[in-house]
T-cell receptor, first 109, second 117 residues
Framework: GQNIDQPTEMTATEGAIVQINCTYQTSGFNGLFWYQQHAGEAPTFLSYNVLDGLEEKGRFSSFLSRSKGYSYLLLKELQMKDSASYLCAALDSNYQLIWGAGTKLIIKP | GAVVSQHPSWVICKSGTSVKIECRSLDFQATTMFWYRQFPKQSLMLMATSNEGSKATYEQGVEKDKFLINHASLTLSTLTVTSAHPEDSSFYIC?????????????FGPGTRLTVT
């Protein structure tokens, strides 16, 4: 079957760095997305990785290892507004998104 | 670019009535639109995939006669919740994929919060 695993909840301190991990098992693989979702709002796109390696975009970076079925989202210089759920989603062989349950990130002052 | 709108943003209806939710891609054409449901503190649950000009593909466990989907044009898909019940109260989110996807990214609408009383 197809499966995405990510931690349910994480807590970090304002100004610090946090890494949210995601492992996936899919029928075929055409890339991995990270989305941010604030409570009561729709998800917003953060990153897309299809090749191995690290993609950096401002304070946010995303890493992919296809051989390990593993990705992480790295958030630097955390701000209170980064408190949100972070959704990992893998694109399978049919180009359907398989969603993780999301990681709720709590930022403390 | 790549803006998706939903209407209404929130709706309250009485049990037994039907509610229609519209999803529009404003600045691009979308051959494929997706309908999701999200209960509080839970992740997105894909309900159905809607392709322009053809019948929607429903996920297992989603009643196609209860959740009617129409994708009549490249910029509009509608979801009608028929004979709504309180357990249908949820956050409904649509997303759209561009006709020429660069990375198969889905662009999400702002969501519709449905409350059935």
């Amino acid at each position: 079957g197809q499966n995405i695993d990510q931690p349910t909840e994480m807590t970090a301190t304002e100004g610090a760095i946090v890494q949210i991990n995601c492992t996936y098992q899919t029928s075929g693989f055409n890339g991995l997305f990270w989305y941010q979702q604030h409570a009561g709002e729709a998800p917003t796109f953060l990153s897309y990785n299809v090749l191995d390696g690290l993609e950096e975009k401002g304070r946010f970076s995303s890493f992919l290892s296809r051989s390990k079925g593993y990705s992480y989202l790295l958030l630097k210089e955390l701000q209170m507004k980064d408190s949100a759920s972070y959704l990992c989603a893998a694109l399978d062989s049919n180009y359907q998104l398989i969603w993780g349950a999301g990681t709720k990130l709590i930022i403390k002052p | 670019g790549a803006v998706v709108s939903q209407h209404p943003s929130w709706v309250i209806c009485k049990s037994g009535t039907s509610v229609k939710i519209e999803c529009r891609s404003l600045d691009f054409q979308a051959t494929t639109m997706f309908w999701y449901r999200q209960f509080p503190k839970q992740s997105l649950m894909l309900m159905a995939t809607s392709n322009e000009g053809s019948k929607a593909t429903y996920e297992q466990g989603v009643e196609k006669d209860k959740f009617l989907i129409n994708h009549a044009s490249l910029t509009l898909s509608t979801l009608t919740v028929t004979s709504a019940h309180p357990e249908d109260s949820s956050f409904y989110i649509c997303s759209a994929r561009d006709i020429e996807p660069v990375a198969y990214e889905q662009y999400f609408g702002p969501g519709t919060r449905l409350t059935v009383t």
